[in-house]
């Protein structure tokens, strides 16, 4: 499994054989030294910090998000442009770490790391990857799976620019198995929509016909390819019935 950074009270209790008030007292005195750092306050959560990470007072998140989410969040996983960038698109810089989990969280602060948290109500159905880390692993949306999430929460990512340039990031290594089984397990025909136009304007013509057969399947309503702006007098998709109320082809 490898390193691990994150650890409990009552695991701290454990290992070290003290009654709870020594185990409070120890902790505290770690704590003041800068050894260790509180993970959630009232959580009884710790975050061991090794000396080299001291001045910024935690270690790298992706060396233990794994080892703190699931402890409660067993189907949490990176989303949207952190999951992204763990496929391997480097288009844009994450600041924070976006993760999917099940019910309503707080931003979280770590040392320099921000956590910001998004409810996913089909989460325990989303396909699923485990990528390894320096240190760890950490748990990461499909490919597929992440691009429909982008499409879906565009406005979120700062548009479906952003998400028509992580596509031509990640179209030519999508697995034609993982597109069938994203798309049942969202669920979604409008997101299924635009990704299939985008995959045709990037010329994955392979990938958009098996989006096109199972949408097939589905009633396709009319859909504005960018949910953000209206739809004018702009052309229509025939094929996937989208609205195409934004120029892509500059980044085509």
Known sequence: MGARYCFSSKDFELLTGRNTAATRAALVRLHARGLITSLARGSGLWLIVPPEHADRGAPPVWWWLHDFLSRKEESYHLALLSAAQAHGSSHFAVLETQIFVPSSRRVLQVGPFRLRFFVKQSLAQSPTVALPTEKSRVRVSSMTTTLLDLLRHAPVIGG????????????????????????????DVAAAQRFGYLLDLYGHTRHANRVHKWLSQHRAQRTRLDTSSCANDSEIAQRWNVVVNTNLESIA
């Open 160 to 187: 479906v620019e952003r998400a028509a340039l992580i596509l031509g990031d990640l179209a030519p290594k999508l697995d034609p198995e993982d597109i069938t089984e994203s798309l049942n397990a969202a669920s």
